[in-house]
T-cell receptor, first 113, second 115 residues
Framework: GNSVTQMEGPVTLSEEAFLTINCTYTATGYPSLFWYVQYPGEGLQLLLKATKADDKGSNKGFEATYRKETTSFHLEKGSVQVSDSAVYFCVMYSGGGADGLTFGKGTHLIIQP | GAGVSQSPSNKVTEKGKDVELRCDPISGHTALYWYRQSLGQGLEFLIYFQGNSAPDKSGLPSDRFSAERTGGSVSTLTIQRTQQEDSAVYLC?????????????FGPGTRLTVL
């Protein structure tokens, strides 16, 4: 079946460190991939997305490249800030099965000054 | 205008009671989704409304769960005879025009605790 696996948290980094949050997926066909972010006390919001292989989504200094060969969509940022502290969800839409999206479990990111 | 709002923000109930959770989507958004986030789990799709079409209820976990959307706007998720395993954060999202790759705007969620 369809699934999304992302690295367990919490992930704790110092300010200005390089960030990678791994995400891999299992799906039939060619899904669209998303990263959503949930800042403390707020609702989920879309961070970036990629709808086909080799697309790169980017926003707020974050990037993720849709890698069909490795079924991955890892989130990266070159220099994190304290304000990036949040929970990050890797999400897939595969277009089949139960409607809606498949969410990873979320990775809690903590950035220390 | 305002974002997606949900009420109540927190609900504590006793096992066996019925609860109603409310979602006000962004004005003009035709699609509305309900999700559930249980502790340590990812978001689980529950139900999807798109315009005046019949809702997709394929994600509802049991017949104790139901949802309606009145006038294509406000939605209510009802859980009858609540069980402890229903404890979770219930999230509502809306989008326009409502395809699955459109950006979904999420509400802050309702945290349900069943004692």
């Amino acid at each position: 079946g369809n699934s999304v696996t992302q690295m367990e948290g919490p992930v704790t980094l110092s300010e200005e460190a390089f960030l990678t949050i791994n995400c891999t997926y299992t799906a039939t066909g060619y899904p669209s991939l998303f990263w959503y972010v949930q800042y403390p006390g707020e609702g989920l919001q879309l961070l970036l997305k990629a709808t086909k292989a080799d697309d790169k989504g980017s926003n707020k200094g974050f990037e993720a490249t849709y890698r069909k060969e490795t079924t991955s969509f890892h989130l990266e940022k070159g220099s994190v800030q304290v304000s990036d502290s949040a929970v990050y969800f890797c999400v897939m839409y595969s277009g089949g099965g139960a409607d809606g999206l498949t969410f990873g479990k979320g990775t809690h990111l903590i950035i220390q000054p | 205008g305002a974002g997606v709002s949900q009420s109540p923000s927190n609900k504590v109930t006793e096992k066996g009671k019925d609860v109603e959770l409310r979602c006000d989507p962004i004005s003009g958004h035709t699609a509305l989704y309900w999700y559930r986030q249980s502790l340590g789990q990812g978001l689980e799709f529950l139900i999807y409304f798109q315009g005046n079409s019949a809702p997709d209820k394929s994600g509802l976990p049991s017949d104790r769960f139901s949802a309606e959307r009145t006038g294509g706007s406000v939605s209510t998720l009802t859980i009858q005879r609540t069980q402890q395993e229903d404890s979770a954060v219930y999230l509502c999202a809306s989008s326009y025009p409502g395809t699955r790759t459109d950006t979904q705007y999420f509400g802050p969620g309702t945290r349900l605790t069943v004692l």
